[in-house]
């Protein structure tokens, strides 16, 4: 039951812009979830969710977790450690890094399975990340921004 609540939890925020943990509460009830605050609360903490800025400019959550354990906190930090500036063109990521920092660095983001990112390449301090869609790579640079901060 839990991993099935969670499941839908994630897929909930991935496809709505959620930024209450009453909000999940409503839609996993209305998903069939009988759950309270307190239970939306500890999901939250165990999937690594934190809150970003929407298209709207309110807060929702995203999932920064990628459920890798101890190896995510040692991606994140070369992601920090060679981390420039991110922005988008299209569907298009592109990532500056520290001058002979990109392999590395598109290492840990290709090691961090984010499923918006269909491929990628890197130079000697740019990445190009090819995501699905437009949405997808704002979500994503969003998601990478979080995870530097």
Known sequence: ???ARQKKLIELIEQNEIGTQEELALRLRDSGFDVTQATVSRDIRELGLTKVSGSNGNQKYIQI???????SDK???V???GFVSVDTAQNILVVKTVSGMAMAVAAAIDAMDF?????SIA??????AA???THDAKLLMEKIKAMIL
């Open 1 to 3: 039951m839990k991993n």
């Open 65 to 71: 977790n990628t459920g890798k354990g101890d190896l």
């Open 75 to 77: 991606y994140i930090r």
């Open 79 to 81: 992601l920090k450690d």
């Open 115 to 119: 499923s918006e990112i269909v491929g």
């Open 123 to 128: 130079g000697d301090d740019t990445i190009m």
């Open 131 to 133: 995501v699905r869609t």
